[in-house]
């Protein structure tokens, strides 16, 4: 069963032994750890990526389409021109791009040959904060740093980044030292450090960037686990404290609850997890009723969502105190900030309504449920300094868009003084 799958395939004979040895010397565990990844983060599938003013569509035979912001050139186009249309990147003919990730002025793109391309921004940190380079790279260039590293996923926080290696291991840039954990301390901090202390020899299946904060889905042989580490403000690293994590450590709520986890998002000051069972867990700021538990409360410890427990989750996506679940069947519920009308609740006669009020309760996606396709992955943007849109993709590889639209990171082009659209609307790409 390990042969095929894609990422198994190409190892040598002593990577897969090195990969067996890491997940307890057992092919059943390997397995496991190889679907798991597959299962969190549509790998090897088409995806949408809503980033900070731009955004990244990924087809499922890897060609990569950017538009929106392009100030640092971020879109990879070889220009710093804004685009509402969405374009292919060029220069990525005959790479097969598997994953895509966006920060503020900055894209990461993964190749099928664990290769990572960056462009924009030559730091890793957001724009209005942080110690910045002055060089813009408008066209992907692959990262030298990390090309003895084979990668299948990026995370950026908003000093730093973080890459998790094929054999579950997660490497990180500019994430500072012990005083200012997650915050950029060098501007030229560009070596992929790895994240020891309790992770060091347990497998990684998929990462997740807060703010300041980073969470790590680990294979173990007694099932899934969460690690948090970083800025532990608000209880968003969820052991229920509010203080700082050096090093890597285990989200002990997860067993309490007789939860696995299988999917994980980091908010800015948020964060969420999806369990095998198809319950929510969030915790973390509550702010605008993010959380979903019908208040503003924060939760330091994971704490299920009982307004879902009708509901069967398969994926979360969270952003700026706003959090998105899809449910088995393609439903779409959606809580927290109204702002910019990214939570796609615009139910009056007139179109206008209350698109911008916040939710403290998950509400369905209305105007999702009419457009009669399943929805399989939703994307939002993770910033605090960007108004925010959205992404829902569906099955068919139908890709709709709504929220902010200022930069022209929808991909529908805004008329008059149109700056954002309050029901989803289609993209003019496929994405099969």
């Known amino acids: 069963m390990c042969q095929k799958r894609a990422i198994f395939k190409p190892m040598t004979t002593e990577q897969r032994q090195e990969l067996k040895q890491r997940c307890g010397g057992s092919w059943k565990l390997v397995l496991r750890f190889l679907l798991a990844g597959e299962a969190c983060f549509r790998r090897e599938k088409s995806q949408a990526i809503a980033g900070p003013g731009h955004s990244i569509a990924v087809t499922s035979n890897g060609t990569v389409y950017s538009f929106g912001s392009n100030s640092s050139g971020q879109l990879g186009h070889g220009t710093t021109e804004e685009e509402w249309r969405p374009r292919p990147i060029r220069s990525l003919q005959g790479i097969r791009i598997i994953h895509a990730a966006a920060g503020?002025?900055?894209?990461?793109?993964?190749?099928?040959?664990?290769?990572?391309?960056?462009?924009g921004k030559d730091s890793f940190g957001e724009t209005e904060y942080g110690v910045q380079g002055s060089k813009l790279v408008t066209t992907p260039q692959l990262v030298e740093s990390l090309k003895d590293i084979f990668v299948?996923?990026?995370?950026?926080?908003?000093?730093?980044?973080?890459?998790?290696?094929?054999?579950?291991?997660?490497?990180?840039?500019?994430?500072?030292?012990?005083?200012?954990?997650?915050?950029?301390?060098?501007?030229?901090?560009?070596?992929?450090?790895?994240?020891?202390?309790?992770?060091?020899?347990?497998?990684?299946?998929?990462?997740?960037?807060?703010?300041?904060?980073?969470?790590?889905?680990?294979?173990?042989?007694?099932?899934?686990?969460?690690?948090?580490?970083?800025?532990?403000?608000?209880?968003?690293?969820?052991?229920?404290?509010?203080?700082?994590?050096?090093?890597?450590?285990?989200?002990?709520?997860?067993?309490?609850?007789?939860l696995q986890p299988m999917v994980v998002a980091a908010g800015a000051w948020h964060a969420a997890v999806v369990g095998q069972d198809g319950r929510v867990c969030t915790w973390g700021w509550g702010r605008y009723?993010?959380?979903?538990?019908?208040?503003?409360?924060?939760?330091?410890?994971?704490?299920?969502?009982e307004a879902l427990s009708n509901v069967k989750a398969v994926h979360v996506a969270t952003g700026d105190y706003t959090t998105f679940v899809v449910s088995e069947d393609g439903d779409v519920y959606s809580f927290g900030c109204g702002e910019s009308a990214s939570l796609g609740h615009n139910s009056a006669a007139d179109g206008q309504g209350n698109r911008h009020a916040n939710v403290l309760a998950p509400e369905l996606v209305s105007s999702l449920k009419q457009v009669n396709e399943r929805v399989v992955q939703i994307s939002l943007t993770n910033s605090i300094y960007w108004n925010a849109h959205t992404f829902a993709l569906t099955e068919s590889g139908k890709l709709y868009a709504?929220?902010?639209?200022?930069?022209?990171?929808?991909?529908?082009?805004?008329?008059?003084?149109?700056?954002e659209r309050g029901n989803?609307?289609?993209?003019?790409?496929d994405l099969r």
């Open 152 to 258: 299948v996923q990026a995370a950026i926080g908003n000093f730093f980044t973080a890459v998790l290696s094929r054999e579950g291991r997660v490497y990180t840039f500019s994430w500072g030292s012990d005083g200012k954990l997650g915050h950029q301390t060098e501007p030229n901090d560009v070596e992929p450090h790895p994240l020891l202390g309790a992770l060091e020899n347990v497998p990684v299946v998929q990462i997740a960037a807060g703010y300041c904060y980073l969470l790590a889905l680990a294979c173990q042989p007694n099932g899934m686990s969460v690690y948090s580490v970083g800025c532990g403000l608000g209880g968003k690293l969820g052991h229920g404290s509010r203080t700082d994590e050096k090093h890597p450590r285990l989200i002990e709520q997860f067993q309490l609850l007789n």
């Open 104 to 119: 503020a002025g900055r894209t990461m793109l993964i190749s099928d040959a664990g290769k990572v391309y960056a462009f």
């Open 402 to 419: 709504f929220g902010a639209g200022d930069k022209g990171q929808l991909g529908i082009e805004l008329v008059a003084n149109q700056t």
């Open 424 to 429: 989803p609307e289609l993209v003019d790409i």
């Open 289 to 305: 009723g993010c959380l979903g538990h019908g208040n503003e409360e924060c939760e330091s410890a994971p704490k299920v969502v």
